[in-house]
């Protein structure tokens, strides 16, 4: 059965909190099974779930077992499935649960954070033969020598993408609470407007700015093997939007939206001596913590000196600059400054790649307004732009209508 | 490494319901590696948990499908044992965690009571050459094509005597919130003695009876394999009582242990003719109905007629007084009588086997203190009476007496 039409279809945490929000889960199966697939239904966890085990885990151990605790999250997902096996089969319809091994989806052994090596489609295949619904338990695999893994935060996407990867469907369905992608977030810019599809590429750009629609693992997934991936909401019938490869159409538009992200601290190193190996001083004892850095400015140097500047999550702001102090007293900065009242904008498009001026305009824009731009860092397909986080809302709304992305405008 | 000592510790509900009990498992475990054992610790679900997944899969569904719900209900055991082995692992210990289907344990395809069928020893062993302690999921295996099964209640004391028996461990250690089994209920009965040793057989016709210390399909296992199995408390040093094969000392032992149970229900057909098939027309129905029968006892014919009495758990009461009615329609009994305030108590014994005069003992003691038998039925190695339930305990420490068990007697 070479010809067997299959779809996979994946619910988050709050399409299967309970017994209502499952039965519309139910309903979105069933229009698959109407429509002629064999439906492979990935679950996560109960929301809620993930978070309880997790802190169970901390009760029991300050830093818990890595391989222990992921024996112990995956009951999450295995909770999800049984019960929404048990409303299926009550239904009448073919189906069956499957956990990670019992595929199976074989990861590394990095406990936590495993990555997906080998999906077994044949024996899926196999299984479509007997059940016409496969509920599949999402975040989890297990080693070669089966041992159980959680594919880390967000990893029911990326089981979701590697199983339409792995199985060739004609698309994957990422069902959630909101009904597709925008162009920017509705709550600040009531113009916003819901994409029909985007690019792989400025999706991935959207990701990893916290729009938190897809997990950005599951996107470079996707684009890797290149599977259509739709988000949809379990709550609406809206077609929703389609990730997919960019083509001609995509690349006529300049922007295709306005990302944001106000976790942002920015520190300033005063008076650094501008000699070689001065950001690795800078850096190399963030990295050993697991700070991330994100976007770095070093001025020019003037009279042999100069200043470095850098943003991290506001999380790690105390323990950066604890760091910093000590970094200032070995490398003989004059001082180090902090401001927590910054965020970030950026406008994203795949468009710009053939196209200059894009980010004179969005300054022009900005300054126009009064807004003052901080620092600026640029990539192939994104501008970003840091800001005075009071200004946050006013930029989101000036650089959506600068690039046209309103709903009327088209 | 045939020279391998391993010991196999069980602990139940309330042994690892939160981190100060799973702290007095950890000690117990401890203790074993001190005393050179390879150690395999099987664990039940945290109390309350499996209770908790079953209220929850008959939220979803009113018949809830019963593979699926062996998905959700052996999560119990996931829980435990990640969390043991988080604690184990902080303290130092080479541990892991290990369900049923990473062992093997393998079962029939019973969901919900299946029964073990095999237990992949040698790869256990090859577990302990890496590991010095095995945590292993209780109560639950996987068919042979991979698909979760759970061994029906009271299945982890099961699931620890199948790995003692397929491992040759010196002793399957039952760790539970009594020292030991005891020759009566010391609530009823103040002189009731802890026993060093039981006979299997004794130990069944206990369980049987709701002495709710080892779940009976446990000791059935046990007696096939001569495993020796220690009953003890987690939360105390006491070497508690050693259930094994019985021996001669035993034999000397008149009776070792009286049992009773409150959930007898009596129920008396009046006028039945009496002719072949009778039994099968009364006893037929209720079997479909999956109502388990007691003791039975039928009177002599008199004029053609006779009188069949016999006894239910009382939560079939309802449902067997319906039945009845409908065979006393069909056989022309005159009425059907019903009598809740009865119960059972039995004195047990392997030292009756070649004595007389037992019952007799029994009947004497209970008569003298004007006690009514309202049915009596005996076994090789048991005597069972019926009586009115207000006379239970008076009735159970008069047995206990009568065959001498008072600590102070010895």
Redesign the interface.
């Known amino acids: 059965m070479t010809d067997m039409k299959i779809l996979v279809q994946k619910f988050g945490g709050t399409s299967v909190a309970n ?1 209502e929000c ?1 039965r519309r889960v139910q309903e979105k199966v069933l229009e698959g099974l109407a429509q002629g697939y064999k439906v492979i239904t990935v679950l996560s966890a109960r929301a809620g779930d993930t978070n309880k ?1 997790l802190s ?2 901390e ?3 300050p ?3 890595r ?3 992921d ?2 999250v ?2 999450g997902e ?2 999800s ?3 929404f ?3 299926l ?2 239904a009448g319809v073919r189906a ?2 499957l ?1 990670g ?2 595929i199976p989806i074989t990861t590394d052994e990095d406990f936590g954070r495993a990555r997906i090596r080998a999906i077994d489609s044949k024996a899926l295949r196999a299984q479509l033969e007997n059940y016409d619904v496969l509920v599949v338990a999402g975040f989890q695999g297990c080693t070669e020598d ?3 893994t959680t594919l880390g935060r967000g990893g029911s996407d990326t089981s979701a993408v590697a199983l339409a990867a792995a199985l060739g469907s004609v698309e994957c369905h990422i069902f959630t609470d909101v009904d597709g992608v925008y162009t920017t977030d509705p709550n600040i810019c009531s113009t916003a407007r819901k994409m029909d599809r985007v690019a792989y590429e400025e999706m991935l750009e959207m990701s990893s700015m916290g729009a938190k629609v897809l997990h950005i693992r599951s996107v470079e997934f996707a684009k890797k093997y290149k599977v259509p991936v739709r988000v949809r909401s379990t709550f609406s019938d809206d077609p929703g939007t389609l990730v997919t490869q960019e083509d001609s159409s995509m690349e006529a538009v300049l922007v295709s939206g306005i990302a944001y992200d106000r976790d942002q601290a920015r520190v300033t190193l005063r008076d650094l001596p501008d000699v070689p190996g001065m950001a690795a001083a800078v850096f190399g004892p963030l990295s050993e913590k697991g700070i991330l850095v994100d976007m770095i400015v070093q001025n020019t140097s003037l009279d042999g000196h100069t200043d470095i500047t850098f943003t991290i999550s506001r999380k790690d702001l105390q323990q950066t600059l604890r760091i910093m102090d000590e970094v200032a007293k070995k490398t003989g900065a004059s001082e180090v400054l902090h401001d927590v009242s910054v965020a970030k904008v950026s406008a994203i498009g795949v468009g710009m790649r053939n196209h200059s001026g894009v980010a004179a305009r969005a300054f022009a824009a900005l300054t126009q307004e009064g807004i003052n731009i901080l620092m600026i860092s640029t990539s192939e397909i994104k501008i970003t732009l840091l800001i005075q986080e009071k200004y946050l809302e006013l930029a989101v709304r000036i650089l959506h209508d600068t690039f046209g992305l309103d709903w009327d405008i088209g």
């Open positions: 017994l499952m085990l169970l885990a009760e029991w151990s830093t818990p077992d391989a222990a605790c024996v112990l995956s009951t295995q909770v499935i049984s019960l096996t048990m409303l089969r009550d069956r649960s956990l091994w019992q089966g041992r159980i």
